[in-house]
Nanobody, 117 residues
Framework: QVQFVESGGALVQPGGSLRLSCVHSGTILNHYTVGWYRQAPGNQRELVADIRSGGSTNYADSVKGRFTFSRDVTKGMMYLQMNSLKPEDTAVYYC???????????WGRGTQVTVSS
């Protein structure tokens, strides 16, 4: 069982930056894929970035070069640094972990990011 609590969401102007944080409890095993997802109103939840068991980081094309996903394993933290924000980045952002063996997936409750002038 893994639990997440996201924070850092806010209203920001286009071109601005935000850093989202996610603290987790429970054990994230080496074979888990951890990541950030987002869901805009009327849209399906979509991948923003994830880190797979091999250690490689994968980004959605829409955020490449603007967002950076990082982890501090010792603190049980994940971060999403978001730069050059656009109105289309407006969404609720979620932390996630997924077992690559069982397929079990855990989600946080999300944090709202709104990009608007």
């Amino acid at each position: 069982q893994v639990q997440f609590v996201e924070s850092g969401g806010a209203l920001v102007q286009p071109g601005g930056s935000l850093r989202l944080s996610c603290v987790h409890s429970g054990t994230i095993l080496n074979h888990y894929t951890v990541g950030w997802y987002r869901q805009a109103p009327g849209n399906q939840r979509e991948l923003v970035a994830d880190i797979r068991s091999g250690g490689s980081t994968n980004y959605a094309d829409s955020v490449k070069g603007r967002f950076t996903f990082s982890r501090d394993v010792t603190k049980g933290m994940m971060y999403l640094q978001m730069n050059s924000l656009k109105p289309e980045d407006t969404a609720v952002y979620y932390c996630s972990a997924r077992s690559q063996i069982s397929g079990a997936t855990w989600w946080g409750r999300g944090t709202q990011v709104t990009v608007s002038s």
